[in-house]
Nanobody, 119 residues
Framework: QVQLVESGGGLVQAGGSLRLSCAAS????????MGWYREAPGRQRELVAA???????NYADSVKGRFTITRDNAKNTLFLQMNSLEPEDTAVYYC?????????????WGQGTQVTVSS
């Protein structure tokens, strides 16, 4: 069973930075895409950033130029570096991994880590 464990969330002032980590129980290269989603109160969960197995990245328009998704294959860990944080970035951030199966794509989720940005 795949496990994704996020860490690195916390309380930060606007303009500050945080670095989220997502440690996977297996090889992250076994997933054809991994990413970070966030869910703020009263809002739907949204994609923040994603990285394919080949290293291609995709970002939500609201975080482009501020957030960077990276990974350490040897440590089976995905990262999200968040700079110039804004109060609107406050949310629970979830790590996601997608794997192909004979039944179609299957998503794995972490438990989430809270990010709170004060103004």
């Amino acid at each position: 069973q795949v496990q994704l464990v996020e860490s690195g969330g916390g309380l930060v002032q606007a303009g500050g930075s945080l670095r989220l980590s997502c440690a996977a129980s297996g090889s992250i290269l076994s997933f054809y895409i991994m990413g970070w989603y966030r869910e703020a109160p009263g809002r739907q969960r949204e994609l923040v950033a994603a990285m394919t197995r080949g290293g291609n990245t995709n970002y939500a328009d609201s975080v482009k130029g501020r957030f960077t998704i990276t990974r350490d294959n040897a440590k089976n860990t995905l990262f999200l570096q968040m700079n110039s944080l804004e109060p609107e970035d406050t949310a629970v951030y979830y790590c996601n991994a997608e794997r192909s199966t004979v039944s179609g794509p299957f998503h794995y989720w972490g438990q989430g880590t809270q990010v709170t940005v004060s103004s």
